[in-house]
T-cell receptor, first 117, second 112 residues
């Protein structure tokens, strides 16, 4: 149980286009999901907290107009990178908090490798 | 802002060795600490989670300890195998936000 999927696993896009990444909790409902970004040989940096039915909470320094987050259902959150540029190339990972986990444990997706050319 | 530091950054050992990976954190109100494994280009696999009320957790050849007073956690890997090669990340969850803060990881290579 507690499986989180991401789609696509890899995406290559041209500079100036937009890319949507999906994060799904497959066997549980997640009121809270998180989006992280990871550069090579770096740790995970939290970008935003996504709450179902409300606006996402962005971390300091993350442009909310560039990284659009939608959490329209209890099993799906999407991250849209708008007007992508080469510096947006990175590994994006989502996680979902299991609602009945008293430990606030998060379950992570397999990640999406974004390359902007 | 909470900080999590992992030492060493990289480690290369021969198969069979017992290993200790270190994680230190600054949060005095830690809620739990979690150890993850990340293979190249992949997501995170949860290894062990230690609640703030616990001192250690064990799973197979892995043992993780938590010392809140010193702000440290260690991951012990017994009888290392080439399949253990990966990056190991620790993440501290604060009791205030319940959002994890990650260290940079320890890159482990176990060679035959």
């Amino acid at each position: 149980g507690a499986v989180v999927s991401q789609h696509p696993s890899r995406v290559i896009c041209k500079s100036g286009t937009s890319v949507k990444i999906e994060c799904r909790s497959l066997d549980f409902q997640a009121t809270t999901m998180f989006w992280y970004r990871q550069f090579p040989k770096q740790s995970l940096m939290l970008m935003a907290t996504s709450n179902e039915g409300s606006k996402a909470t962005y971390e300091q320094g993350v442009e909310k107009d560039k990284f659009l987050i939608n959490h329209a259902s209890l099993t799906l959150s999407t991250l849209t990178v708008t007007s992508a540029h080469p510096e947006d190339s990175s590994f994006y990972i989502c996680s979902a908090r299991h609602p009945t986990s008293g430990s606030y444990e998060q379950y992570f997706g397999p990640g999406t490798r974004l390359t902007v050319t | 802002k909470q900080e999590v530091t992992q030492i060493p950054a990289a480690l290369s050992v021969p198969e069979g060795e017992n290993l200790v990976l270190n994680c230190s954190f600054t949060d005095s109100a830690i809620y739990n600490l979690q150890w993850f494994r990340q293979d190249p280009g992949k997501g995170l696999t949860s290894l062990l989670l230690i609640q703030s009320s616990q001192r250690e957790q064990t799973s197979g050849r892995l043992n993780a300890s938590l010392d809140k007073s010193s702000g440290r956690s260690t991951l012990y890997i017994a009888a290392s195998q080439p399949g253990d090669s990966a990056t190991y990340l620790c993440a501290e969850v604060s009791g205030g936000s319940y959002i994890p803060t990650f260290g940079r990881g320890t890159s482990l290579i176990v060679h035959p």
